[in-house]
């Protein structure tokens, strides 16, 4: 059997190290619209320092990921401690936030705390994003933090969200939050305290780590824009959009669901159309900035949930990577997301550059605009997967008909529209690779 994987991100990669081990399977192609693979674990860098797609990091509860990641990278690893904080009314408050409660102003600390121990909402059954964060920590906490830093990344109002993203939140016990507020602070996620990261490469690494274990059944063909995809009789026909042409006994896509919609002949169900019609997601812009200096300390990340600043997150890439770094200036990561047609969107990257700095310098992130040495902005379409009140019943409706009537596997972030960190894309692959092993053996 030969295998045609749609998409060279993450999980077309993973997939093809793990399948290339079954003996019923003959060759993998793993098609690449650009020319270099990887998807939103590409890493760029500017003066040769190396950033991401955002701040990815290395950690997982699966302990046959995560190790397998690990061993993956050998010596090309760096295990660290979490020092991420939140940016709120001129105050670095410690990660998660109601760990650190006794750092707030004590107004916010007492709102904080007493809308927490005296929680109307707490017996009632959430439903939507913003119930799931008064049902498990209050108004206080909820709207000093939780309801606008996530309107501010989602760009979408909580209370149209559905509770997939936040349901692997734990309730804080009371006495957690009784002492963060009398200044013992403590931790929570407890499985992202520590984590690991490239000492050389960016996350990039990670990819090409997977890839240097390819045997000769797989091949990775970049620049294969996908222009149509059709069947004849039992085999895929996948064709690029200068000509080239390839058949397979089976295809699985991690391609966005809107573009494999798009290039697929298959005539879709009016239910079908209208169900990845209806998918949503936020678009990035992520701007690398080389300073000469920052007031950050010994920081990875920081949350700024105040509305009038216009990045979400920044992350200090030194703390990352200390040994690639020079001894002089720093290199920020801010990020920004937004949707086609939004007023994000149409602003010019001159604007945005200009927004950015002029809101580092506004909340002492950076002292003048002077220590600015150079700068890059990549958009990046397809980033976040939007948890709305109709995800559930399009993707049953979208899965249903490709994966149960058309036998087409979808796999990864925006292949099954999941909002799937790297270590969970890795999980989805061992679960798919062990269900195909298996039909290949029953076949």
Known sequence: ????????????????????????????????????????????NLNGVPYDIGPHIIFSKNKEVLDLMVNLLGENINKLRRSNKIYFKGKFIKYPFENDLSSLPDEDKMYCLNAFLNNPYVDYEPNNMLQFFLTTFGEGITNSYLRPYNEKIWKYDP??????????????????????????????????????YPKHGGIAALVKAF????????????????????KNGTLWSVKSSDGME???????????????????TVALPKDVKNAVEGLKHNSIIITTLNLKKDNLGDNFAVMVPDKEI????????????????????????????????????????????????????????????????????????????IYDLHHKKNMKIIKD?????????????????????????????LDKTKKINAALEKA
């Not at 993203?165 to 305290?193: C, F, W």
């Not at 890839?211 to 222009?227: E, L, Q, R």
């Open 1 to 44: 059997m030969k295998i045609g994987i749609l998409g060279g991100g993450l999980s077309g990669i993973v997939l093809a190290y793990m399948l290339q081990e079954s003996e019923k399977i003959s060759g993998i192609d793993i098609l690449e619209k650009e020319q270099v693979p990887g998807g939103l674990c590409r890493s760029y």
């Open 159 to 196: 209370s149209l969200m559905d509770t997939q993203m936040v349901d692997r939140i734990p309730k804080p016990p009371a006495e957690d939050i009784i002492r963060s507020a009398n200044g013992i602070q403590t931790e929570g996620y407890l499985h992202q305290l520590f984590f690991y």
């Open 211 to 230: 890839a240097d274990g390819f045997s000769k059944k797989v091949t990775v063909t970049p620049g294969f824009t996908i222009a149509g995809i059709k």
């Open 246 to 264: 390839h058949a397979y006994d089976f295809i699985i896509s991690t391609i966005p669901l809107p573009v494999l919609c798009k290039a697929m």
């Open 310 to 385: 216009i990045f979400h997150r920044l992350s200090k890439l030194n703390f990352l990577m200390p040994n690639s770094y020079p001894a002089k200036g720093t290199t920020l990561l801010v990020e920004i997301t937004y949707r086609k047609g939004d007023l994000i969107d149409k602003k010019t990257d001159a604007d945005i550059l200009e927004r950015i700095v002029n809101d580092l310098v506004k909340v002492g992130f950076v002292d003048s605009r002077d220590d600015l040495i150079s700068s890059e902005i990549r958009r990046v379409e397809y980033a976040y997967v």
């Open 401 to 429: 008909f490709y994966e149960d009537e058309l036998n087409v596997l979808l796999c990864g972030r925006f292949g099954e529209y999941e909002y799937l960190n790297m270590d969970a894309v890795i999980e989805r692959c």
